[in-house]
C-alpha cells in the first residue's frame, strides 16, 4: 500500500519566520500581518481558485497553487486556523472563517483543547479534537482512505508536528521583504530542518518569495 504522507504545502512566513502576526481577531486572522502581501505570489497564478479574470502567472509558483488539493483524504489544523477563538466555546454559531463552502473538501481535524460536535459544512466536517499530535494523525490517516494528509497550520501546530518527526515533506513560502517581529513563529531559521530533512530552494519568478521544498531524508 502506498504510503500516506504528512504534508506542509503552501506554508508562507515572513523573512524573520512568522506565519502569522500578533492580535488574531474576525477581522484580521493574521493579526498585524497583511495576508494580501504574505500570499500575493499564490494569487498571482492561473490556478489561483478565487481568480475571477483570465490570466495569471505559469511556472513554479502556479504549480505549487494548483498542486495544492492533489491527493489529499484529510487536513490537520490548529483552532487559530479555524477561528479566533480560545479557551472553552462560548459560541457554537462560529463555523470557521470560510463560510458555507469551506475550501477543504475533505474531513479536518482541528486541536483544541475544548472539544465540540463536528460540523459539516458541504463537503467538509470538522472534528474537534483533544489528542496529541500522533493520535490525531491516525485518526487523520483513516479519515484520508489512502490518500495524504496536509498539515495545514498554524505555525505551532507545525512545530508540534516537526517535534513529533511526523512530517515527511513541507513546502514553505519565505516572503523575503516581509519582516513581522512577532507572533506565530515556526522557525529562526530553516537550517534547523536541515538535520533531517533534504532542502531546494527555488525563488519564485515574481521576486516576492522563496519556495523552500523539504523531504524527509
Do not use: C
Not at 477561528?83 to 463552502?101: A, I, K, L, S, T
Amino acid at each position: 500500500m502506498k504510503q500516506q504522507l504528512l504534508k506542509v504545502q503552501n506554508f508562507n512566513v515572513s523573512a524573520d519566520g512568522f506565519g502569522a502576526g500578533q492580535g488574531q481577531s474576525l477581522e484580521r486572522p493574521f493579526g498585524h500581518a497583511d495576508p494580501g502581501q504574505m500570499f500575493a505570489w499564490a494569487g498571482a497564478t492561473a490556478s489561483w481558485p478565487n481568480r475571477t479574470d483570465p490570466g495569471g502567472s505559469r511556472g513554479i509558483d502556479d504549480y505549487l497553487t494548483r498542486d495544492y488539493s492533489h491527493n489529499i483524504g484529510a487536513e490537520i489544523m490548529g483552532r487559530g486556523k479555524f477561528g479566533p477563538q480560545y479557551g472553552p466555546w462560548q459560541d457554537h454559531e462560529w463555523r470557521g472563517w470560510w463560510g458555507d463552502e469551506p475550501p477543504f473538501h475533505t474531513p479536518v481535524f482541528v486541536l483544541t483543547h475544548h472539544t465540540r460536535p463536528s460540523i459539516t459544512l458541504s463537503d467538509t466536517t470538522f472534528h474537534f479534537v483533544d489528542a496529541d499530535p500522533g493520535t490525531v494523525l491516525k485518526q487523520a490517516r483513516v479519515a484520508a482512505q489512502g490518500k495524504d494528509i496536509r498539515l495545514g497550520g498554524g505555525a505551532t501546530t507545525v512545530r508540534e508536528f516537526l517535534e513529533a518527526d511526523l512530517v515527511d515533506t513541507l513546502h514553505v513560502a519565505v516572503a523575503d521583504g516581509v519582516e513581522l517581529g512577532s507572533g506565530a513563529k515556526l522557525w529562526d531559521s530553516p537550517d534547523e530542518l536541515l538535520d533531517r530533512f533534504h532542502l531546494d530552494v527555488v525563488p519564485s519568478p515574481t521576486g516576492a518569495v522563496r519556495h523552500h521544498l523539504f523531504w524527509r531524508k
